[in-house]
């Protein structure tokens, strides 16, 4: 199993005590807006171990050129430690 240690992430080889999933709601519609289709998604985990580490997978992504700002509903998976990060982005609460 791959384990970075530089960025926090060693974690990974103890036991998850806690798995939180945050859904999201989004819709979709025909192009005047009519004939809304809403549904809600897992758009975060939130997975705690057994030594008190909190790791966050979200499918978001950094916005072009910007460090603060995320796009949600993506492709990409963003994961982090940092707790703080995840709150200031609005992954967590």
């Known amino acids: 199993m791959?384990?970075?240690?530089?960025?926090?992430?060693t974690a990974l080889d103890k036991k998850?005590?806690?798995?939180?999933i945050i859904w999201e709601e989004?819709?979709?519609?025909?192009l005047d807006s009519s004939n809304k289709i809403y549904t809600t998604y897992p758009?975060?985990?939130e997975i705690k171990t057994e030594n008190g580490k909190t790791i966050i997978?979200?499918?978001?992504?950094?916005?072009?050129d910007e460090?603060?700002?995320i796009y949600t509903l993506m492709d990409n998976l963003l994961v982090t430690t940092n707790l703080d990060l995840a709150r200031q982005?609005?992954?967590i609460e």
């Open 16 to 20: 998850i005590v806690h798995f939180k």
């Open 43 to 45: 758009q975060t985990f």
């Open 26 to 30: 989004t819709w979709t519609s025909n």
């Open 89 to 91: 982005l609005k992954i």
């Open 57 to 64: 997978l979200s499918a978001s992504e950094f916005k072009r």
């Open 67 to 69: 460090e603060n700002e």
């Open 2 to 9: 791959y384990q970075p240690t530089q960025n926090g992430l």
